[in-house]
């Protein structure tokens, strides 16, 4: 699976931005997909999830970010969005998108999110 991911930028403290990832591959790997996420840098070489959808649109979120941010799929364009509203300083990483595929976790090169205050 090779991912896609677009829509940072730099954005004023309040404002919103919405990222978009597409993967590609082969049918079958696609429609192997369970779960599609977002995640950024934490400490150390670890990634932590911001948000996570699996393909029944069961949705987690870290509590950071809860009722600000809002994760979406069209699996018709093999799409995951990630809208973010009222986006504070803290919230400035790069962001990474994610496709589990049975127990593997692939992963684009991530984008940028800028926020100041």
């Known amino acids: 699976v090779q991912l896609q991911a677009s829509g940072g930028g730099l954005v004023q403290a309040g404002g919103s931005l919405r990222l978009s990832c597409v993967a590609s591959?082969?049918?079958?790997?696609?429609?192997?997909?369970?779960?599609l996420g977002w995640y950024v840098q934490g400490p150390g070489d670890q990634r932590e999830p911001v948000a996570t959808i699996t393909r029944g649109d069961s949705t987690n979120y870290a509590a950071s970010v809860a009722g600000r941010f809002t994760i979406s799929q069209d699996r018709l364009r093999n799409t995951v969005y990630l809208q973010m509203n009222n986006l504070k300083p803290e919230d400035s990483a790069t962001y990474y998108c994610?496709?589990?595929?049975?127990?593997?976790?692939?992963w684009g090169r991530g984008t940028l999110v800028t926020v100041s205050s």
């Open positions: 994610s496709a589990r595929v049975i127990r593997k976790d692939y």
């Open positions: 591959g082969t049918t079958s790997v696609l429609n192997s997909i369970n779960t």
